[in-house]
């Protein structure tokens, strides 16, 4: 089964940008979708941004369109989240997870448990 582990989180001031990486292993990488989610202290775990694995199809929560990009190196097995104009309201752990075959919005609105997940890392966006 496929493996996630999430790097790249830390303390960022408003304004300022972060990439966030998601390195999978252990099964067939392009079989999956791989979505981005974040939950923060007393809040629901929301879908953020999620890419599918078999044509790159992408899907972005309203809340970061125009300001978060997900892309995914097949030959890397890395899929990536660049953060930019960053909000202290993005503050959250950040996690990856993966789906096979998922369609990439279906993914993101369902955020199901049962997904493939890493152990997530830390946002924090203050001044």
């Known amino acids: 089964q496929l493996k996630l582990v999430e790097s790249g989180g830390g303390l960022v001031q408003p304004g300022g940008s972060l990439r966030l990486s998601c390195a999978a292993s252990?099964?067939?990488?392009?079989?999956?979708?791989i979505g981005w989610f974040r939950q923060a202290p007393g809040k629901e775990r929301e879908g953020v941004s999620c890419?599918?694995?078999?044509?790159?199809?992408?899907y972005y929560a309203d809340s970061v369109t125009g300001r978060f990009t997900i892309s995914r190196d097949s030959t890397k097995k890395t899929v990536y989240l660049q953060m930019n104009t960053l909000k202290p309201e993005d503050t959250a752990v950040y996690y990856c997870?993966?789906?096979?075959?998922?369609?990439?919005?279906?993914?993101?609105?369902?955020?199901?448990?049962?997904?493939?997940w890493g152990q997530g890392t830390q946002v924090t966006v203050s001044s």
């Open positions: 997870a993966a789906e096979p075959f998922a369609t990439a919005q279906a993914m993101c609105m369902l955020a199901r448990s049962g997904y493939r």
């Open positions: 252990g099964a067939t990488f392009d079989d999956y979708s």
């Open positions: 890419i599918r694995g078999t044509d790159g199809f992408t």
